[in-house]
């Protein structure tokens, strides 16, 4: 996943970043799903995919049911799109007939 870098030796360290590979808009999702309120839906699939990937990259269960059920709610409008999306996230869902 990630490494941290060892703590500084001496008091003046700058600060210390960690390098990820999702972008801000995708990071700026990801931790709005970890707060304690109600979510709007994300209505970008392409969003919501990169937000997917990087909840299973980080092991971040609760998130990806979040998000899986946001994909059910998406079906109406774009069942293609969300078909693709489920398939390329690995998400595992039941197909229903009606």
């Given amino acids: ?12 360290a700058a600060v210390q970043v960690v ?11 990801l931790f709005r ?3 304690p309120m109600e979510h709007q ?14 909840a299973h990259k980080y092991d971040m269960a609760f998130i990806s ?5 946001n ?3 998406l079906v109406p ?5 969300v078909y693709c999306v489920a398939y390329l996230t690995n998400v595992q869902t039941s197909p229903r007939c009606r």
């Fill in 33 to 35: 799903l970890c707060y």
């Fill in 41 to 54: 839906c994300i209505e970008d699939l392409s969003l919501l995919r990169m937000v997917l990937d990087a």
């Fill in 71 to 73: 994909l059910r709610a």
């Fill in 77 to 81: 409008s774009a069942a293609i799109r």
């Fill in 1 to 12: 996943m990630f490494t941290l870098p060892s703590a500084p030796s001496h008091e003046t």
């Fill in 19 to 29: 390098q990820v590979t999702e972008n801000a808009a995708v990071l700026e999702a």
């Fill in 65 to 69: 049911e979040r998000l899986k059920a």
